[in-house]
Structure formats: C-alpha cells, structure tokens
C-alpha cells in the first residue's frame, strides 16, 4: 500500500523513462527466447539463445529494482530516519532479486554475486543475502565434462586413469574437481573447467558492463562501475588453468620452510588451459569447528596459524591468495601442530605494487599505535586523505580518538559518537572512497574481509589478528635479505634487530594498555570514594 500511494504522481526524468523503458522491454525477450529454444538447435544457436535468456532476466531484474529505488525513495529527505528505513528494505529486496537472478542464470551471475558479497564496501543487505551464493553450485553432467578430458587429455582415459570418480567431490561456478587415481597408484584432483565459458563470459560481461553503466547513468552519485572491469579481470585469471598451476607453485616455494602449509603438487603432463590435474589431498574445510574439536585441535590455533600465513603474503611475500574463502582452505589432521592448511584453487592471485607492500606496512604500525599523523600522510598518498579518521574503525574497530585497549572493540560513547558521524556520509562518498583507493587496496580489503569472516567462525579473538598483521608489517619493512647469498652473521643481525623492532613495538602497546588499566582502577577508586562519602552524609 506504501508503495502505491508513493508512486501516484510521480513522474521520471525524460532519461530515466527511456532505460527503464529499455531495460523492461528487453526483459520481455525471455518468454519468446523461451519458446524458440531447443536441444536440437546448432551448438552455436542455443548458445545464442542461451545468452538472450540470461541477459532478458538480468535486464529485467535491474528494471525492477531501479523503479523500486526510485518509487520507494521519492519524496523523502536524505537526512530522514524514513529515508534510512526506506533505503535498508530496498537494499534488501534488490538483493534477494539479485540472488533469485543468480541462481536462475548460474555461472558467471553465481560468481559475481559470490564476489559483491565479499565485498565489505557494499551495503549489509546485499553482502548478508548475497553470502548464501557461496555454497551454490550446480555440478555439470559428467558426459559434457568427459568430453573436456578428452579434448584435453586424449581419446584414451583409461591410458592415464587407473578409476575416475564420475561423481565431484566439489563443484563452483566455472569448474568441478573430481578425484582418480593415477596408473602408479597416486591419487589426484582433476580439475575441469566447464564446457563453453568463454563465450558465455563475454556475453554476461557485456550484459553486466551495460546494466552497471544505464545504473549509473540513473543514479549519479552510485559509481561502483569499476565492480564489473574488476570482476571481469578476476573471472579471467581463474579460467586460465596454466596460471593457476604456475601460482601454485610459486606459493609453494615461498612457503617451503614452513611445515604448516601444504600446496598440492601440480602433474604438469596432465595440466592444460582447461584440465588442472593436482595431488590429492584429503582435509575438512577451515571453518568446520566441530571437525577441529574432533581431532583435538584448538580452533584459535588454526585462526592464528591461518592469519600468519595470509600476513605473510601480504606484508612480506606481495603475492597474495585472492579467494580465502573456507572452501578453498582445508584442515589436515597432520603436520607438527597436529594439523596442516591445505591450499586451494590458486587461480586468482595479486602481485602487490612494491610501494604500496611497504606503505601498507607503514599503515599498521600506525593503525596499531593510532598515529593520526601518520595515517593520514599515508591516506593522502593512498589518495583519500579526507577518509583518513575511518581507517582505525575498519581495520581495527576502533575510531582514531579511541581510549579502549586493542582488540577491545569501541566503548558505547564511542559508538554513539562514531554512528552520529556516519550520518553525515553520503553514498557518493562511500563511492568516491572506494573510486580513489588503488587497486591492491581494494584487493586487500576483500581479502581481509573473508579472513575475518572465517576468524569469527572459528571463535578467534580479534586482537589475534592485530597482533599477527603488526608483527608482519614489522618484518615486511625490514631489508629483505637472500639467505642463499648474505653471510649467516648478517642474517642472524637482520632477524634480531627485526625481532628488536617488534619487542619495542609490544612494550609499547603492553605500555598503553597498562595506563590504560591504571585509569580505569582510578576511576573505580574514585566512584567508589563518592559513593562512600554520600553514605557518610546520609548517616
């Protein structure tokens, strides 16, 4: 009733009407699509049809959600509770159309649904719906994926192949893996890419470049255009498979020293641009809290051991896993620890920028210490100088003013402070923000975002992850030094005046959570000396 009380009268902008009008009767190709298509059809055409289909629902789907924006929010004042109330139910129908829209057109719709909902820039509404996408994956017809193996493979897979499991032990949006065994008796993942994807890519990338463009046009102040070229180039890198065993290599090498870490060795006779043939390696998935109480591991033990791993790739390494989600990481019951992280799908990867590595370093050592000096000469040289004051509260939940203790989160003052500020902050400056950051920021932002997320599922305390992040932000702005060259005296020097950096840096943080303990029993001391000199004047 709202809603049909809110549109009368109301009429759109000459440009408005003409996309809309657009886009809805685009959306009307789908039933017509629906009665031309047929299995019969040339492969060709039926990809043809195919591509209509999911465009005419995505189409439609944007249309519907672009009138809902626009009816539901006419006539109110931006600065209203009404409009915020407003605002969050649109937010949460658009998504659920969004996901609806996902699970009709799968593959790369699942894909970029999976990758807005990891993004902690987006509104609640749509990461929160959108998440549920994660765990949606339609595995292909095993005929279809035989026909693969053998375009990749050869004609004879029983050559090569003692048993293929017909069945995946897992299935995503662009691939599915399925155990064998090789003939000398070694076990192995196949990975196989789905038949026809790149054509299917270029028609949902030119569909979703379009909708993001006529949104933008009807909305100035949204400018998150730069989602889809992003996600376009992410989709890319995992669908060469070459790469991705050339990633997993290297990651292998830089982790060799540590027993902790497993990548699985890659059968470089058996890898192609669309068949990636692996070790076999047998694991539960990261999260699986009751798995790791099973086997008697501590699950703030693999919260740690997993956030000094990505830390060393971010701080030290610059080469970084760019799809840390719970799937791609498994807990093995072996190693030194009583377990090992597996390694997965090494296709998406980001080779910082040299300076950005270091600057980033920089930013925690601030962000630790709550430096506003510092963090904002770095947010100028990230080049959003005037969002400087919000880098404590998403990095480390804390606002740039704050007295309480690391990993302690804000005090109530403070949060009423901090959301009477956010008030003031418009939609175009959350996209100018996310506009202005570089793009390894952006990447960096993501990939915190999924390691929190599985940090929180495994009960680990924040202040484990500050922690971790500010030792390797220490060790990533020391000289690097090849141990293979340099002298063991100056290497032993460099990993003890490293070390020294660190011990000063956490005296200094054990220094300003004890002041901080001492005001708080001053404070008590001093409650409680009212309290008893009141008594005594009633008495």
Not at 233 to 255: G, P, V, W, Y
Not at 334 to 350: A, E, N, T
């Amino acid at each position: 009733m709202r809603m049909t009380s809110s549109i009368k009268g109301f009429k759109f902008p000459a440009k408005a009407k003409a996309t809309l009008y657009l886009l809805t009767t685009t959306g009307l190709t789908i039933s017509a699509a629906n009665q031309l298509y047929s299995p019969s059809f040339p492969d060709n055409i039926t990809a043809v049809i195919h591509g209509v289909l999911r465009s005419s629902r995505a189409f439609a789907t944007i249309a519907l959600s672009v009138a809902d924006y626009k009816y539901s929010l006419w006539r109110l004042p931006v600065d209203s509770d009404d409009y915020q109330h407003q605002l969050s139910e649109v937010h949460f129908r658009s998504a659920k159309r969004i996901m609806k829209l996902c699970e009709a057109n799968k593959g790369f719709y699942v894909k970029a649904g999976q990758f807005v909902a990891t993004m902690r820039q987006v509104p609640n509404e749509y990461s929160s719906t959108l998440s549920s996408l994660q765990d949606q994956a339609v595995p292909c017809h095993f005929k279809a994926i035989k026909e693969v193996l053998i375009g990749n493979l050869g004609d004879d897979l029983s050559k090569i192949f003692i048993s293929f499991d017909e069945k995946p032990i897992a299935a995503a949006s662009i691939a599915q893996v399925h155990h064998a065994v090789l003939k000398n008796h070694e076990e192995v993942a196949v990975k196989v890419q789905y038949p026809g994807l790149e054509r299917q890519m270029t028609i949902d990338r030119s569909t979703m470049s379009f909708l993001s463009k006529s949104v933008e046009w009807l909305f100035p102040e949204y400018r998150f255009a730069w989602l889809v070229p992003e996600f376009a180039n992410t989709i890319s890198l995992e669908l060469d498979f070459i790469q991705e065993a050339r990633n997993a290599e290297r990651t292998s090498k830089n982790f060799e020293n540590n027993d902790v870490v497993m990548v699985p060795r890659v059968f470089w006779g058996l890898t192609t641009n669309k068949v990636l043939t692996m070790q076999f390696c047998s694991g539960h998935k990261v999260d699986n809290v009751d798995f790791l109480k099973e086997i008697g591991v501590n699950p703030t033990e693999v919260a740690k051991s997993l956030i000094e791993v990505f830390a060393e790739m971010i701080f030290i390494n610059g080469f970084v896993h760019g799809d840390p989600h719970p799937g791609n990481i498994l807990v093995c019951p072996k190693g030194p620890k009583g377990f090992s992280l597996v390694l997965l799908d090494h296709g998406v990867y980001k080779q910082l920028d040299e300076g950005f590595r270091q600057d980033y370093c920089q930013l925690w050592k601030a962000l630790i210490l709550l430096d506003s000096q510092k963090i904002q000469q770095l947010a100028e040289r990230f080049g959003v100088g005037k969002y400087s004051r919000y880098f404590p509260v998403i990095f480390t939940g804390r606002t740039i003013d704050s007295k309480s203790i690391l990993g302690r989160g804000m005090s109530a003052n403070e949060k009423r402070s901090l959301k009477q500020e956010l008030k003031s902050l418009k939609l175009e400056d959350i996209s100018s923000f996310m506009e202005s950051l570089p793009p390894d920021f952006l990447t960096i932002l993501r990939i915190d975002g999924l390691l929190r997320s599985v940090l929180t599922k495994l009960g680990a305390p924040q202040r484990v992850r500050l922690l971790v992040y500010v030792k390797h932000a220490v060790y990533g702005l020391s000289p690097k030094l090849k141990v293979d060259s340099d002298s063991a005296i100056r290497v032993l020097f460099h990993k003890f005046m490293t070390s020294g950096s660190y011990l000063q840096l956490r005296i200094v943080l054990g220094a300003l959570e004890l002041l901080h303990c001492l005001e708080k029993v001053k404070q008590f001391f001093k409650a409680f000396c009212r309290k008893i000199s009141g008594t005594t004047m009633i008495i």
